[in-house]
């Protein structure tokens, strides 16, 4: 049986294998940075006579090498996700210093929470260890994307139906930031924070508006900012409805909070059965808009492995071509963008599809060949995420009841002893100490 690898660790690939020894390398480099007493205790060592001597042994800043430092900090409260990198080595500290990023921005709540944690390492853990031979590793996007959607399930456990509701009416510019900063060569920079609903609706205008002038997005946003422009917006929300207060998923930010899902699903003009849309069969060679909208979100990006376009904005690859029979479904579709669907056009690249799983397995020009995952909200490993969720939150409101049965247990017992030691004090003509303190 052959066994599941990445494609960054194969030894028989020169090129990986150099470059899998460089990671290795790499890897010990910044443990050895590591202070001593890098875990708490009673005499740490000083941060910037620390900092100081690494700057002076590796040429790096202090904030690069912060960023490393904090990075190895946080996989080592991810001890099963320590233990695989350790293994493989298939991850650059750039891919932990996005884990380290991606935790650093989670709120406060759930600093130190255990379940979260486990959790968190529990996900990366089954994203980052290989199902097949030859796959390709996931990108940083994907990694800080499990950890946004893994985490704002908890974050909207506490959030009661009129909190939800509140916050989806409250106007945006009572929650967004604004500010500006000038650029050199004379240009103005913009940084804007919008509430999680109005950014995705001024991105879908900014996109829309670009595509339908021509213009860059930053003319389009201008445009729209300083123009009289009317621009209809069309954005696809994924949802399961066979799944209890399952979330729902933006192809831009994953799993929205439930106030954007709010504020959103009061907009909503059209619904489309995505199990309808993954068995249609068409005779033209145009794919069928619902048959689209199902790609997208079994996609998310381009499949030509290390793609990262959208796939809203690819072609839908026929893998059997029209004219040679092939049909118009989505088991015989893939997502490309218009320079890699010209390259499998050219046949200097082959590919086969699994239905079952959405993976797409590559042959390359030079006779390798590599695995590539589907990413979005529709994809089997996708799925599979939702409906654990759901078990996850079932367990967490089950545990809930009973520590509250536990507590009001707890304070009933209480109750009959505060009862029992005056009934005692009385029955033994005991009272209370009242007199003066002299």
């Known amino acids: 049986m052959t066994t599941a690898t990445f494609t960054v660790t194969n030894p028989t690939d020169p090129v990986a294998a150099a470059h899998h020894q460089a990671r290795i390398a790499e890897y010990a480099a ?11 205790g009673p005499d740490p060592v000083d941060w910037t ?13 202090p904030g690069f090498i912060a960023a490393n430092l904090d990075a190895l900090h946080t996989l080592d409260q991810l001890p099963r996700l320590r233990a695989l990198v350790e293994d493989l080595h298939h991850l650059e500290m750039r891919h932990l210093r996005a884990i380290d990023t991606a935790l650093t921005a989670t709120p406060a709540a759930l600093v130190g929470d255990e379940e979260f944690q486990a959790l968190i390492d529990r996900e990366l853990v089954e994203l980052l260890s290989p199902t097949r031979p030859h796959q390709l590793r996931p990108s940083i996007r994907a990694i800080t994307r499990l950890i946004a959607d893994a985490t704002r399930p908890y974050l909207d456990e506490d959030i009661t139906d009129e909190e939800v509701a509140e916050a989806a ?6 929650r967004g930031t604004y500010t500006t900063h000038p650029r050199t060569g004379g240009d103005i920079g913009f940084d804007i924070t919008l509430d999680q609903a109005t950014g995705l609706l001024v ?13 860059t997005r930053a003319a389009a946003f201008a445009d729209l900012v300083l123009g009289q422009v009317h621009v209809s917006v069309a954005m696809n929300l994924y949802r399961a409805t066979d799944v209890p207060d399952a979330p729902t998923f933006s192809l831009i930010a994953g799993a929205l909070t439930r106030a954007a899902a709010a504020s959103l699903s009061g907009k909503i003009t059209l619904t489309r059965d995505m199990g309808t849309a993954a068995k249609l069969t068409v005779d033209s060679y145009r794919t069928p808009e619902g048959v689209r909208v199902y790609l997208d979100g079994r996609d998310l ?6 793609c990262n376009r959208p796939a809203v904005t690819t072609q839908k690859d026929h893998r059997i071509n029209h004219e040679d029979g092939g049909e118009t479904t989505a088991d015989n579709l893939v997502s490309l963008c218009q320079h890699h669907h ?3 056009t050219d046949r200097q690249v082959f590919y086969q599809f699994d239905e079952a799983t959405g993976d797409v397995y590559w042959l390359l020009a030079d006779g390798t060949w590599c695995v590539d995952r589907a990413e979005g909200p529709l994809a089997p490993r996708q799925r599979t995420w939702v409906q654990t969720l759901a078990q996850r939150r079932l367990r967490r409101a089950e545990r809930a009841r009973l520590r509250e049965r536990g507590r009001v247990v707890e304070e009933k017992v209480h109750h009959l002893l505060e009862d ?13 100490d009242t007199s003066p303190p002299f």
């Open 301 to 306: 990006v381009c499949r030509w492995p290390g």
């Open 420 to 432: 029992l030691d005056l009934h005692n004090a009385r029955t033994t003509g005991e009272e209370a």
């Open 169 to 174: 009416d409250q106007p945006p510019a009572e």
């Open 30 to 40: 910044w443990r050895a940075c590591l202070p001593a007493d890098h875990e708490p």
């Open 203 to 215: 991105d879908e205008a900014v996109k829309a508006h670009a595509t339908t002038t021509g213009m």
């Open 49 to 61: 006579t620390h900092a100081a001597t690494l700057t002076r042994s590796t040429g790096h800043s």
């Open 342 to 344: 010209n390259r499998k």
